[in-house]
């Protein structure tokens, strides 16, 4: 049965009467998420459950509070929590391309470091402290004098027996040699050594051979005692440091005993200490060879003995949240920076810096999946470590290189992080279904609905938020009234007469327009007709291209009939969405019917202008012609049906009842009022079927026929099922209070074809015959005529085929 609507069905306005207060500056600020318990219930769950793999998904259309939500959870339960331990690298004295990582209590890690950095500042005093002691002096010059004065005696003693034999002991390039004398003590040259005679010569060569052979014995011999020499003097050298080292070096091995890599640095910066003490003895700067140049002085590197926090937890009062903004590769993962010297890249474990997932580690890290998405390396590089429960700062482009460089390799860090991915549900189900590993890394999904219940507490809630909104932001109060159209505009924004959007980011900007609009008006407080204006000024300011459409409509470009009737023709509407502002367009449905055997043909699917919805309510419109007008015999039929002035892909199925009433009024010659614009959507049955954008559609063709004149003819036809979904604007309703418009819901298609043609659909009788004068009477006798003309040229075909066989014979 047709029911044609009453204005207050056309919206179901809040009553200002409804609120308690005055003003919103009665109201105390909002706390908590508004209508997203679902959500909450399993951010909560995966909060709290810390197995492998469940991290959080949340997941919403924009402007569904996720990110303020998960910030306000985080940060509750984070603030509860005990602070996570310290990060920092130290040179591994056994491995120096692997610094180590070593965990340590918060605020430890910046004490170690400053410890170590005293050690070094001390040692470099103490140490050429002690070198220049007088004992020091005295006990190396005792060594150097022991050792001299052993090679001076054995050296005389060769000496005075190679002088007894006629020789001398001489130091050439090649080292020391015996060299033969002359009676009067100067060496024998080689031209006096050749004029000697045999016997002579044989003789100082032997005497030679045999001195030479006792000098390199006790060359030998004094290159021993040197060694023990150098190595009493560094003995003494160790023992002289260890005297200013030690006690500073247990000190520190006492103090941090627990800590089994600290103990292991501890001990090899010693040992490299030792090793190296001319890195802490005073040396005196040499003269340059040219006065005017002066040669640049050789820094003495302590980096190895300093330590690099990377993470410090000193100031945390619990577990950090993390909200990475810009989640490339380093961000997340930290880098390894270098510095150029001499045209080198040069660099060391202080120079490796932490990422956000260190800053992280032990509390939680929020980003966003479309951000992470779009940052090479970075999702599948994020996977690997949660999977591997450990973070590696690594070079990433180290695999596309042609030629490898040496770098460092940092230890990895344990990783214990909850990590939460924020994101459009688009965004969701497409990594839930094209990666495997997705579904074993993310198994929490907090889904964010975008709409929530009309109930009382929710309306009191959206006034908070109002409330919460003016008070931080110092805007005007809104009053009982102002408050009101918001909740007006929650459920125009939701589509529901029973529900109010959660899209509260489009409810702030509508709050802080009308606070505009109200302070331009001079008010005091935010009213329903601010709100108002606010709602239509940014309409305005957003419907340049529906504006002109209805412009081309107007001058007739693009033709929309808005009165009298017409055969075969039906205004259909449509919603065109342009993403920030969506709005109605009348649409112009023509049928065209012949007798032959064709079927329908839609003219938008042979020109592949159609979609796969379209082609399917092409053939349900199809099968319910049969079925109503084929059940006893079949029917022959040729139709087409397009949208006329119709540029784009038509898609949706919301048409089906417009086009059938286009393609009956074609078949049965019936007239249908071009002032009422249908929608709806139609199964085989002929039940109508709800469809989306129903006010915006509504308002659309309101639009045009305002412009035109409204005198009472003119409505639209939608689904009785839509009209929960009805949340008109003042105007309509206000035009249909004055009876200037009409808005008829139907269940059947019958009923909105009788609305359009002004006379009955007809029944079936029992006969299978339609009451005559009906619709369906009118269709079917012309369905019947269609069919019979076409019988009738087949029988003449057939006939003339037989003569033409029998001339052939004879």
């Not at 190595?231 to 520190?252: F, I, Q």
């Not at 112009?588 to 082609?615: D, F, L, P, W």
């Amino acid at each position: 049965m047709t029911v044609e609507l009453k204005p207050e069905e056309l919206f179901n306005r809040c009553d200002p009467g409804f609120f308690a207060f005055e003003t919103t500056a009665d109201l105390s600020k909002l706390s908590g998420t508004i209508g997203q318990e679902k959500a909450l219930y399993a951010i909560d769950f995966g909060l709290e459950l810390s197995s492998k793999g469940f991290n959080i998904f949340a997941l919403g259309e924009s402007g569904t509070g996720k990110m303020r939500t998960v910030k306000a959870l985080l940060q509750e339960k984070a603030s509860k929590e005990k602070p996570p331990p310290d990060w920092c690298y130290v040179y591994n004295f056994k491995e120096p391309d692997v610094p180590q990582a070593i965990e340590m209590p918060a605020g430890q890690a910046a004490a170690f470091k400053k410890d170590m950095d005293d050690l070094i500042k001390v040692l470099r005093v103490e140490i050429p402290k002690a070198f220049e002691s007088k004992e020091y002096e005295k006990q190396r010059s005792r060594i150097i004098d022991e050792f001299q004065q052993i090679q001076k005696t054995q050296f005389a003693k060769m000496e005075e027996e190679a002088k007894a034999k006629g020789f001398s002991i001489r130091k050439g390039s090649s080292g020391v040699v015996i060299v033969p004398l002359k009676k009067d003590g100067e060496p024998l040259t080689e031209e006096e050594f050749g004029g000697l005679d045999d016997e002579a010569r044989h003789k100082v060569e032997n005497f030679g051979k045999v001195l030479q052979e006792k000098l390199d014995d006790i060359v030998r011999e004094v290159r021993r005692d040197e060694k023990k020499a150098k190595e009493k003097l560094t003995a003494l050298e160790r023992d002289v440091a260890l005297g200013a080292l030690g006690h500073h070096m247990e000190e520190l091995r006492a103090k941090y005993k627990d800590y089994e890599k600290i103990v292991f640095f501890l001990d090899g910066a010693k040992e490299d200490i030792l090793s190296h003490l001319d890195d802490f003895k005073t040396v005196e700067e040499q003269p340059s060879p040219l006065p005017f140049l002066k040669q640049p002085k050789q820094e003495v590197s302590y980096a190895r003995f300093a330590v690099n926090v990377i993470v410090n937890n000193s100031g945390c009062s619990g577990a950090p949240v993390v909200f990475e903004s810009n989640p490339t590769y380093l961000n997340i993962f930290g880098r390894i920076e270098y510095k150029v010297q001499y045209g080198m890249a040069l660099t060391d474990f202080t120079m490796i810096k932490a990422g956000s997932l260190h800053m992280a580690n032990g509390g939680y890290i929020v980003i966003n999946a479309l951000d992470l998405l779009k940052n090479i390396f970075s999702y599948e590089a994020l996977k690997r470590a949660v999977k591997n429960r450990e973070i590696k700062i690594e070079d990433a482009w180290e695999q596309y290189r042609l030629v490898s460089t040496t770098s460092l390799k940092p230890e990895p860090v344990p990783l214990n992080v909850k990590i939460i991915l924020i994101g459009n549900p688009y965004l969701y189900y497409l990594l839930y279904n094209l990666d495997e590993e997705y579904k074993s890394l993310f198994k929490v999904k907090a889904d964010f609905d975008s709409r929530m219940k009309r109930l009382p507490e929710n309306i009191n809630k959206y006034a908070a938020f109002t409330a919460t909104c003016q008070q931080e932001e110092g805007l005007l109060p809104f009053d009982r009234s102002g408050i009101a159209k918001i909740v007006d505009f929650g459920s125009r924004l939701a589509g529901h007469q029973e529900k109010l959007s959660t899209k509260f980011s489009e409810i702030a900007d509508l709050i802080r327009e009308a606070h505009y609009w109200a302070s331009k008006a001079g008010s005091d407080a935010v009213k329903d007709v601010h709100v108002s204006r606010a709602f239509k000024e940014k309409i305005l300011r957003s419907n340049r291209i529906e504006e002109l459409i209805r412009e081309m409509m107007l001058e007739g470009t693009l033709i929309v009939d808005t009165g009298g009737e017409k055969t075969g023709q039906v205004n259909g509407l449509a919603v065109l969405d342009m993403g920030d502002y969506s709005f109605g367009k009348p649409s112009r449905i023509t049928a065209r019917t012949y007798t032959g055997k064709s079927g329908v043909v839609n003219i938008e699917r042979e020109t592949k202008m159609s979609g796969k919805v379209h082609e399917k309510a092409i053939m349900i419109l199809t099968s319910y012609l049969g079925g109503k007008y084929a059940v006893k015999k079949p029917i022959s039929l040729s139709a087409s049906i397009t949208f006329e002035q119709l540029y784009e892909m038509v898609e949706g199925d919301s048409a089906t009842c417009a086009e059938l009433y286009a393609l009956l009024s074609s078949i049965s010659g019936v007239p249908l009022k071009q002032g009422i614009a249908v929608t709806g959507s139609m199964d085989q049955n002929g039940d109508v079927q709800p469809i989306g954008g129903v006010n915006e559609k509504i308002e659309g063709f309101f639009a045009l026929c305002k412009e035109r004149g409204l005198d009472g003819s003119h409505g639209v036809i939608i689904p009785r099922k839509n009209i929960k979904h009805l949340a008109l604007n003042e105007d309509v309703t206000d035009a249909v209070r004055n009876g200037l418009f009409r808005v008829y819901a139907i269940n059947g298609m019958e009923e909105g074809l009788e609305i359009l043609a002004g006379r009955p659909a007809g029944r079936m009788n029992d006969d299978g015959s339609y009451p005559e004068g009906t619709i369906n009477y009118l269709v079917f006798k012309r369905l019947r005529e269609m069919t019979e003309a076409l019988e009738k040229k087949k029988g003449k075909n057939k006939i003339k085929g037989s003569k033409d066989k029998d001339g052939e014979s004879d």
